[in-house]
């Protein structure tokens, strides 16, 4: 299926008891359950809906067609892209592990790394997200590394199949900040080999920048095998990797950010995305469109000393852009 009709079709509700056409809003904390035992197997698999914070049949709608868009595994939606960063390397790190990321991130991305990861004893190693920098900054306690897709505002392109490849060989998670990419309209991370994608979807998934959001996708990979938080008992004495397959770090991702952390998504603003999502793609197209017009003619004014655009045929980025990126912005 084509990518727009994607965004409208998948995630829509098959089994609704009223056969609503459209998404309803379940405005509800808490579900009942057949009986004790239907309750406690809920709760023990983290299948069907048992309390707000974990699930919610709205924002699944949502996961579901983010998931579709990203061709992931599956995605956890939460509070914010903040909380998506926060709740992605929280599942993959434990004290005294190492990060290597981009100096060039997001601003509240380095300062999460630093001021926070920093508290709790991970150490961050800021590199240009280039493979020969990463590979010289990996060492044996490196759980992540760290890349947007879209610099902002360098405009830096990483190059995901060479990161994708050296951080497969080295058994260690690339995790890409893909909100630039647009919720798979413009970018998609997770085919070129990164194991992991994080959105801020008060971006360019809304449409309309008026509420929050956030989601943590992945693709299945066998990557998690060498992590101990999944191979080892938890604390009610169950392997993750065991119960859960490959959808043990989303899993982890949503008891760590969801159920203990409380970075919950409202089933409103699922909704408002659910919706914004159907014209991702158009609006895309006509940004990317407008801003490769806006370069073209800023670099024809002599009061303009320079102009940086991926779009541009002579842009350092441009070779990535063609490759990486999908629709006008990679257009000459």
């Not at 939460?78 to 990060?99: C, I, N």
């Not at 050296?166 to 194991?195: I, K, Q």
Request: some cysteine; proline content about 6%; hydrophobic content about 45%.
């Amino acid at each position: 299926m084509e990518f727009a009709s994607l965004a409208v079709l998948s995630g829509l509700p098959e089994n609704d008891p009223h056969r609503a056409v459209g998404l309803p809003i379940y405005a509800t904390a808490a579900y009942s359950f057949e009986d004790l035992e239907d309750g406690a197997h809920k709760f023990a698999t983290n299948q069907g809906y048992t309390y707000a914070r974990l699930q919610n049949p709205t924002t699944a709608a949502l996961e579901a067609r983010l998931a579709a868009l990203e061709g992931a595994l599956g995605a956890v939606a939460m509070a914010s892209g903040q909380a998506a960063s926060f709740a992605a390397l929280l599942a993959l790190v434990r004290a005294g592990d190492e990060v290597v990321a981009s100096p060039g991130l997001f601003g509240g991305t380095v300062g999460l790394l630093n001021q926070v990861f920093g508290l709790m004893g991970v150490r961050v190693r800021f590199v240009p997200p280039e493979v020969e920098a990463v590979q010289g900054a990996l060492s044996e306690k490196t759980r992540a590394v760290f890349v947007e897709v879209l610099g902002n505002p360098s405009l830096e392109l990483p190059d995901l199949e060479g990161l994708a490849q050296l951080c497969e060989g080295r058994r260690v998670a690339l995790v890409v900040d893909n909100t630039f990419g647009a919720v798979g309209a413009l970018a998609r991370p997770l085919s070129h080999g990164a194991h992991v994608v994080t959105h801020s979807l008060t971006k360019w998934a809304s449409g309309h920048g008026s509420i929050l959001g956030g989601a943590v996708l992945a693709r299945e990979t066998s990557l998690w095998e060498h992590y101990p938080q999944f191979t080892t008992p938890d604390a009610q004495g169950k392997v993750p990797l065991e119960q859960f397959g490959p959808r043990c770090f989303l899993e982890r991702v949503r008891q760590l950010g969801l159920s203990l952390g409380g970075m919950v998504l409202s089933p409103f603003n699922a909704y408002l995305l659910f919706q914004g999502l159907e014209t991702v793609e158009l609006r895309v197209q006509r940004a990317s469109q407008s801003a490769l017009e806006v370069a073209r003619w800023l670099r024809a004014q002599s009061q303009v000393a320079w102009v940086r655009y991926p779009g541009l045929p002579d842009d350092p980025a441009y070779p990535r852009a063609s490759r990486y990126l999908r629709g006008a912005l990679a257009a000459s």
